[in-house]
């Protein structure tokens, strides 16, 4: 800090200190996010996984494996924890947010700041998930506003997802029955590239919006009688919040709605992809908990932003486990699992080498 505190002590008008104070907040803010997005997608290779037991010690029955007391300790959920983990999101995503709209023209600084900013924006998903399996807070009523809002910037209806994601934990991997199995596979490259894009997903999404508005859930077998007035109301107030904002820039003859949330959130999409194609592919296809989800070893700026979700195989075989206790549930639980591998590049060069073999 000393560069900053000889800057301080110069003698300028107040206007100029306060100019180079930004300077070199904006400078040093972009240095970091900058450095934290190189680790997301080059660094984490280097990272290496435990040991797997034996075959043996796999099959054993997983939901046996922790003990009662060992799974309440686990199991305790904190407000204070998800709340400090939101802030620094939503930190993240206001300081990127302000270096892309004031630095248009100086391409080195925006674009960056763009992909980290629509990455902060697209992993807002992570904690509407937690969010979901009220294990973000202790209290419900915050993981329910939280996941609704969390949902709204990155494009997920948190209270329909509650029960498409009820059915992807009690029958991960089973055909007919898993609701992500409908989700593309990719068999070949240019299938590959497609699911990366992230344009199925926008598909899906604004056509599963709309249907849902407009009450069309006879493919949701998922949601019960009981909830579906709930999941259409509240999908139908997602869609309003969307329209007022695309309101509030055609008044005002602003591209807002484009540059700040539509843009940002095409271009972090690919990123969460590249992230969320590692949960399942390539993994059984049956019950198995310990062999149908995959573990990805990674570096704390990944697991910060995905809010610990890269554990994804010790989430699986406990929901109730909230994020910030993941880590400690991988030291007692990696073992047991098959896939437990080193880094997202490892496994997505892993899937495009099984590309054409690859099980839904």
């Not at 972009?30 to 934290?36: A, D, E, I, K, L």
Request: proline share 5%; glycine share 6%; aromatic share 14%.
């Amino acid at each position: 800090m000393h560069w900053l505190e000889n800057k301080l002590i110069l003698e300028k008008s107040c206007s100029q200190c306060q100019t180079t104070q930004l300077q070199v907040l904006h400078y040093t803010i972009f240095v970091y996010f900058t450095f934290n997005y190189a680790l997301i997608m080059f660094g984490d290779a280097i990272i290496q996984p435990e040991l797997l037991d034996s075959q043996a010690q796999k099959q054993q029955n997983a939901r046996q494996i922790l003990s009662v007391k060992e799974l309440s300790i686990l199991n305790a959920r904190s407000n204070t924890t998800g709340l400090v983990y939101l802030t620094i999101h939503l930190a993240i995503i206001g300081c990127s947010g302000y270096i892309w709209g004031t630095n248009w023209g100086n391409w080195l600084v925006a674009i960056p700041a763009l992909v980290i900013y629509g990455f902060s924006i697209a992993a807002m998903f992570a904690p509407m998930h937690e969010a979901v399996h009220r294990t973000a807070f202790a209290n419900n009523r915050l993981n329910d506003i939280v996941g609704w809002f969390a949902g709204l910037l990155s494009y997920y209806n948190s209270t329909y997802f509650r029960y498409f994601h009820k059915w992807h934990h009690l029958y991960t991997r089973i055909p007919g029955k898993d609701p992500e199995l409908t989700e593309m596979t990719p068999k070949n490259w240019a299938e590959y590239l497609l699911v990366i894009s992230g344009l199925p997903w926008w598909y899906g999404h604004i056509t599963g919006h709309f249907r849902v508005a407009f009450g069309l859930l006879d493919d949701c077998p998922f949601i019960p009688l009981s909830a579906r007035a709930q999941v259409i109301r509240s999908t139908r107030l997602h869609l309003g919040v969307y329209a007022g904002a695309i309101a509030i820039s055609l008044i005002f003859g602003q591209p807002w709605f484009f540059l700040y949330w539509l843009l940002p959130l095409m271009v972090g999409q690919p990123i969460l992809r590249f992230i969320l194609l590692a949960e399942h592919t390539g993994c059984t296809l049956d019950n198995n908990i310990t062999t149908n989800t995959r573990t990805t070893l990674t570096l704390l700026p990944v697991r910060f932003w995905m809010w610990n979700m890269p554990f994804h195989a010790e989430h699986h075989l406990y929901p109730s486990i909230p994020f910030h206790a993941l880590p400690k549930a991988h030291q007692q639980l990696n073992s047991y699992f098959t896939h437990v591998d080193p880094g997202y590049i490892k496994v997505n060069r892993d899937i495009i080498g099984k590309l054409g073999q690859l099980e839904p």
